[in-house]
């Protein structure tokens, strides 16, 4: 029997049986030495509010571990069930400089495969043997990958408000801490608008769902705040919106041509994923560049996108994806096509989850920018290294490694409780009250 904590004082047993000498999980073939991995496991943590999961790999040399990022915010527990309970027993006993085999063993083991949690587990693995890898050779990730292309990262941050004069405001503190990308967003009525406040929690008093969300309102307001943009912020800044797969085909072609004057750096998320496929028609008709992949769950979902004509920017979050072995094979793939990189990377990004985006952006020639966030100075207390902003810019850490690590005593005094985005999603309907997607 063994305990695994999930981030605050309470501990739940979890049976766990691994057989290092089972043939069937055994080394392959022989290995350059004797360092095999002796334990798996995830630590929750929520310093920012923000359930946050991390695996940290032990190793037979002491005092070696490495740590990865496996946050799936929305469904934590079922990533640290995955992970302790299904993939520790595939691995212990193996070398952990075998990172590509690794990988895939945990991915094709379950059979039924390429979602979310069995995808963030994954992640947590593999960007923890990434860690290692670095740690025993004395190097950073980013020179383990073939050293820099450049020397940081730009970033971009977000601004919004419920007003244009309120996002706007934003927007100029942001440009006087040094950003030269922004991403703007407009509060709408009704609860289920995103990436701000409400103007009223009231959309329309009449209908049967009164706080529903109301696509003409967006089409109109959202090039008003452009528009308001550009007269206030100048030519010099570059401009971003994220729709959040709220629209049809047709409207997201709509918009992307009403926000043509404005010069957007990307519009990301114009549609769902769950047609995706008609997205090389919005694409080839978009007079601004499109930016697509927060919500692939797999490497191959991120390669149909690259790959198909139906993206300018590819946006995948690390952790869905496998981590950074899925992730480099991505960035490689975007360079031979055209395509750029901007890894998402908001809050429920961990710090690992971060360094691992810097490390590809400062060593593929494929990066176009880097999703932003501000972490609290808790979560760099729970996070030791944990990268900083300067002046816009992301740069990576010369350590071992990610240079990052974390402090379990820490990390136990922010548990982890169920995401809120439940709550939100829940609300997430037009006036009629039909569901959209969040």
Known sequence: MKTVSFGGSRETPVQQTVNPSDPAFAQPW???????????????????????????????????????????????????TYVEEHMARLVIGRYPGDIEDLARMVRFNSYWREGPVGNNALSGLDEALWDIAGKRAGMPVHEMLGGKARAAADTYLHAGGRTIDETLEQAERLRERGLRHIRLQLGQSGSGHYGSRPTSPITDPSAPYPGGWRVGEYLYRTPELFAAARERLGDDIELLHDVHSRLTPKQAVTLARSLEPYRLFFLEDVIAPEHWDRLPEVCAASPVPIAVGELTTSVTDAARLVLGGGVDFIRSHVSDIGGLTAARKIAAAAELVGVRTAWHGPGDTSPIGAAANVALDVTSPAFGIQEGHIYPEQMHDVFPGTLRIENGWLTPNETPGWGIDIDEAAAARFPATTSVHDEWAARVRGIDGGMIAP
């Open 30 to 80: 022989p290995a350059r030495d004797d360092v095999r991995i002796t334990a798996v496991r995830a630590i929750v943590t929520a310093p920012a509010g923000i359930p946050l999961v991390v695996v940290k790999v032990e190793t037979s040399d002491d005092g070696l571990y490495g740590l990865g990022c496996a946050t799936f915010t929305q469904r934590w527990r079922a990533v640290v």
